[in-house]
């Protein structure tokens, strides 16, 4: 396989973008967090725009702006991750057709409900016909479209590839995660959410894309080394799961330089990244991103931003930090996240 | 290319419960469409290919407690995957198994069962994240304590055919040295609700490739293989070789199938490409075939455009198990290698009058011939269009 | 211009999600689709719900939908011959 390179990048949040740079993060005080509203009129035609959903408007924006940041017109591919997928459209179907008792339905909202809606609009908007697939599982769903981005650069021919991780809230689904405690019972704002110690979480919608290439160029960003799936794994084994993964690409875990973590604020589960911040990285800049962006099924997205940004920009954000260790010139990031004790997911970039 | 090898599958359908029962009824020509019996709903009008097993009595022959949490599209999966472990030769899955699954839409027989009892009654609570394909993908993982790379695919109806193809790519790159690809899918009032909206589901059985085809007939199933690296064959039976696969986008709309096709003539032609072979090395194509005006005009269109005047043997099998969405994929590699492993072509059921437009006739009656090489083609909505090739072990 | 050609706008912009748009921008003969107001295939799957819900008229061939559906004066002139309610 070719080295991989991130070359363009684009992320849509509860935060605003500068957030990374030090400005004042917004603050929340409920439970489920929405993502900033863009202009998406400017890049999107309002007769497409009209039907989309906010995972859907999200991911073309941020596709765009990622392709365009690196200069590429089509992708010769389009991988998509998303956990839940449209669920906004999947509740209006759903709740129509219960409602009527499967009386007289309109089709709009049950042509959108499809898992691969994002990609399927994507590759219309850029009349885009290469290879196209839509990863659904948990906390994993985004990663599983960067071992399929591992495949597809295999191939000599594919130069550049689109993928992106995105999940969307909705009334009625989302509410029903309060119900069987995912979402926390109290309501708690978002950056207090580290100093949380009782079980769910906060949830909210975000999207973000990245053209990677095989070529490196001048703007690139940071490497994309290697990604690792585990279903399930026990807490005393993630230590040796992630050395293990590690070693794989020749690297030790005292060669890493910032952790990024999915810390959540779940203390059922927050003890995974408890084992490694106390253990292996403990001398190392450790990092969470949920206490401004949240929690959803591709929210470790979000966090290859970071890691992109922080790779090319030499900079670890102050908002993000968990530990007060720095690290002048960071050239490897590990991002660890998985969601209920499961769908572990290990990312590994580099600097250039 | 000598392909990937194929050592284990298992399924679950209309038309039986097994392989066995499978084969049997695809070579007496036997479908298994009826009015639904056991998806309640006020359609009942409206044909379907189900399985005539309740989820209690799957529950039973899997031997799950009575608590469980499984999701029909789980209950169906374990119940073909059982099978695929019994015929590979392991006692249990070796550590390390991978597990990829296609379905379109998941545990949501569960969504519009329980959508609403959660507020009130905590214990349907345990089927919220149902709704998500990941959750039915993790039960099935659970039951077989696959706990290494387990992802879902969801491509509508390419999803397990995107699956196959995946794991035949993780095997060649190395990164699995063996793994579990195929799909699964229920009976839901949710699609076929939704189908019924677009006016495509038919009231009949449905006419693949017939002029007068007046849309498809909804299915489920379950359909699995076990695909492993060339070093642990040895002295294994192979049942054939994924040799070659492709995934291509319409881009044409969100739902139909664009007039000349694209989508599916470039799949196909990087399945060929990859398998290293020309058309006139394909013995007999597997389609797509649902029984929709759009699709089936498509991908003859796809398919003269490949293959010019000397399109080989083609039938659908979707006559036999209605269409099985994310599943049909893997139900129809597995009856792509069931060809291969017996010699035999079955038939694409109902088929009277060809097309207008391209007056093609499909296989009407099951042919006895060795094949080597078949096509089978899987498309679905978004686009997204997925080509296989399955080869004989030589 | 007649209550049922307005009433038909609004449900039109209401049912296809045409959120910038005002009765007034909507002329009785402009075609729905392609140069027209730009309308798709999914539109027109709509519009024959819309049909049978608010008119009672059921069209059991989708293909019907292509001449009806051509401009509002098309749609009011089928509503008039064909309502049930």
């Known amino acids: 396989m070719s080295r991989v390179y991130i070359n363009g990048i684009s992320s849509i949040s509860p935060q605003p973008e500068r957030v990374f740079e030090g400005l004042e993060p917004h603050v929340s005080k409920e439970n489920i967090l929405h993502a900033v509203d863009l202009n998406y009129k400017s890049v999107i035609k309002p007769i497409m725009l009209r039907r989309m959903s906010k995972a859907v408007k999200m991911s073309l924006y941020c596709s765009k702006m990622a392709l365009k940041d690196a200069n590429v017109q089509i992708p010769d591919a389009i991988l998509v991750g998303t956990g839940q997928g449209c669920m906004q459209d999947t509740e209006k179907f759903m709740g129509n057709m219960l409602d009527s008792e499967e009386g007289l339905l309109s089709p709009t909202s049950f042509i959108q409900s499809t898992h691969n809606t994002v990609g399927g609009q994507i590759a219309l908007d850029l009349n885009c016909t290469g290879h196209n697939l839509t990863f659904t599982q948990n906390s994993v769903s985004f990663e599983s479209a960067l071992i399929d981005t591992q495949l597809q650069f295999e191939d000599p021919d594919v130069e550049n590839i689109l993928v992106g991780g995105v999940d969307e809230t909705s009334e009625k689904f989302t509410g029903f995660q309060t119900l069987d405690g995912q979402i926390k019972k109290e309501k708690i704002r978002n950056i207090n959410l580290y100093n949380s110690n009782t079980p769910g979480t906060i949830i909210s919608e975000s999207a973000a894309f990245f053209t990677l290439g095989s070529e490196k160029k001048s703007t690139s960003y940071a490497e994309f080394i290697d990604v690792g799936i585990f279903n399930s794994i026990d807490v005393s084994d993630i230590s040796s799961k992630i050395q293990k993964f590690l070693k794989r690409n020749g690297v030790s875990f005292e060669d890493i330089d910032v952790v990024i973590l999915g810390r959540n604020g779940d203390h059922r589960f927050d003890k995974y990244y408890d084992e490694i911040q106390n253990g292996i990285f403990s001398g190392k800049s450790q990092l969470g991103f949920k206490h401004m962006v949240g929690e959803n099924n591709a929210v470790s997205s979000y966090a290859f931003w970071m890691g992109a940004k922080i790779l090319k920009e030499k900079k670890i954000p102050e908002n993000f930090k968990l530990n007060t260790l720095n690290c002048d010139v960071p050239q490897k990031i590990l991002i660890y996240n998985q969601y209920l004790g499961r769908n572990h997911g290990f990312i590994l970039l580099q600097s250039l | 290319m000598k392909g990937v090898a194929v050592t284990g599958m298992g399924i679950i359908s209309a038309i039986g419960r097994n392989l066995n029962e499978n084969h049997l009824s695809l070579k007496n020509a036997k479908n298994g469409i009826t009015n639904p019996e056991i998806l309640s709903t006020q359609h009942s009008h409206l044909p379907v290919g189900e399985i005539k097993l309740s989820n209690a009595e799957l529950a039973t022959i899997l031997n799950l407690p009575e608590n469980h949490s499984y999701t029909r599209s789980a209950l169906l999966a374990v ?92 095997i060649q790159s190395g990164k699995l040295k063996r793994v579990i690809v195929g799909g699964s899918d229920c009976l839901t009032k949710f699609t076929l609700n939704g189908f019924n909206s677009l006016k495509i589901l038919s009231e009949e059985k449905s006419l693949p490739f017939d002029d007068d085809r007046a849309g498809l007939n909804l299915g489920e199933a379950a359909g699995y293989l076990l695909l492993e690296a060339e070093e642990y064959t040895s002295g294994r039976s192979v049942l054939g070789r994924v040799s070659g696969y492709g995934n291509a986008n319409d881009a044409f709309h969100q739902t139909a199938s664009s007039e000349n096709g694209e989508g599916a003539f470039k799949a196909i032609s990087k399945a060929l490409n990859k398998a290293g072979l020309s058309g006139s090395d394909i013995n007999f194509i597997n389609a797509h075939g649902t029984g929709t005006r759009n699709n089936d005009l498509s991908e003859s269109v796809a398919l003269q455009r490949i293959f010019g005047k000397n399109i080989p043997a083609f039938s659908s099998t979707k006559g036999f198990t209605g269409h099985t969405l994310g599943a049909a994929g893997a139900v129809e590699a597995i009856f792509s290698l069931l060809s291969i492993q017996y010699g035999e072509i079955y038939p694409n059921l109902n088929f009277k009058t060809s097309m207008k437009e391209t007056g093609l006739d499909p296989v009407t009656s099951i042919q006895n011939k060795e094949i080597n090489t078949i096509l089978s083609n899987s498309f679905g909505f978004g686009g997204n269009c997925t080509s296989l090739i399955f080869k004989k072990d030589e | 211009m007649s209550d049922l050609h307005t009433e038909l706008k609004k449900s039109i912009i209401e049912q296809l999600n045409l959120e910038d748009m005002e009765v007034s921008d909507i002329e009785n003969d402009e075609h729905l689709f392609g140069d027209g107001l730009g309308l798709d295939s999914i539109d027109a799957l709509e519009l024959i719900v819309l049909l049978e819900k608010d008119y009672g008229i059921k069209l059991t061939d989708p293909n019907q939908g292509k001449e009806i559906f051509n401009s509002v004066n098309t749609i009011a002139d089928f509503i008039e011959k064909n309502r049930a309610k």
Do not use: W
């Not at chain 2, 059982?82 to 390390?96: A, I, M, T």
């Not at chain 2, 609403?116 to 990941?134: L, W």
């Not at chain 2, 290494?148 to 969801?154: D, E, K, M, R």
């Open chain 2, 79 to 170: 119940h073909s995957v059982k099978e695929l472990l019994e015929n590979s030769g392991y006692d249990q899955f070796p550590e390390g198994t991978g597990f990829i699954s296609g379905t379109s839409i998941g545990g949501i027989d569960k969504t519009e069962q329980h959508f609403y009892d959660y507020s009130e009654n905590p214990e349907y609570r345990k089927y919220i994240q149902a709704q998500h394909p990941g959750f039915t993908t993790e039960k099935i993982a659970e039951y077989f304590g696959l706990n290494g790379f387990v992802t879902t695919i969801s491509t509508a109806c390419s999803s397990s055919a995107n699956a196959i193809m995946m794991g035949a790519q993780m």
